[in-house]
Antibody, heavy 119, light 111 residues
């Protein structure tokens, strides 16, 4: 079964850091670009970051550039998101998502991990 | 990069057809055939309904169809059913530098 399982969310103070993880199974993780998409409580979806499958090229939304870093460990079939200098507006459910081969869309989503930013 | 514009809500009776619009610019919706649509039920992860403007993944009902004209894409749900009540989001590749942009989201209510 194709599956993505996120972990690492939690309560963090403003200015703090977390590392989110996404364990992939059931497909050839190395062949696909992977992304993080977030959703603040009661709000819409917001693309955060993408890492390519071939050359590990990374892309980040302007709102997180310089604070968040996406990476992947192909030996562990795991995607990561290092989130630093957290702000109140970063509070959200963070989903990892697999890109459809050859098309800019996400066909597999994890269940999400919640990040709460509060003092 | 601004979000793509969707109506906040759309409603219809069971069996009817409804259409949700998604308006962008020539840098995203109008410039590329990379529009996708997602359905999200409360507390659940989004589910891919349409990719590449009008293609359906295996397992998605053919009651869902997508199209595009200029800078506006559309999702049509035909034969509306109670389980279609959910939030719907469009998304597109964008050449603005941020790679992807999502729509503002539309809440579909089945009357």
């Amino acid at each position: 079964e194709v599956q993505l399982l996120e972990s690492g969310g939690g309560l963090v103070q403003p200015g703090g850091s977390l590392r989110l993880s996404c364990a992939a199974s059931g497909f050839n993780f190395n062949n696909y670009a992977m992304s993080w998409v977030r959703q603040a409580p009661g709000k819409g979806l917001e693309w955060v970051s993408t890492i390519s499958g071939s050359d590990n090229k990374t892309y980040h939304a302007d709102s997180v550039k310089g604070r968040f870093t996406i990476s992947r460990d192909k030996s562990k079939n795991t995607l990561y998101l290092e989130v630093n200098s957290l702000r109140a507006e970063d509070a959200a459910v963070y989903y990892c998502a697999k890109k459809v081969g050859g098309v800019y869309a996400f066909d597999i989503w994890g269940q999400g991990t919640m990040v709460t930013v509060s003092s | 990069q601004s979000a793509l514009t969707q109506p906040a809500s759309v409603s219809g009776s069971p069996g009817q057809s409804i259409t949700i619009s998604c308006t962008g610019t020539s840098s995203d919706v109008g410039g590329y055939n990379y529009v996708s649509w997602y359905q999200q039920h409360p507390g659940k992860a989004p589910k891919l309904l349409i990719y590449g403007v009008s293609d359906r993944p295996s397992g998605v009902s053919n009651r869902f169809s997508g199209s595009k004209s200029g800078n506006t894409a559309s999702l049509t749900i035909s034969g509306l059913q109670a389980e279609d009540e959910a939030d719907y989001y469009c998304s597109s590749y964008t050449s603005s530098g941020t790679l992807y942009v999502f729509g503002t989201g539309t809440k579909v209510t089945v009357l």
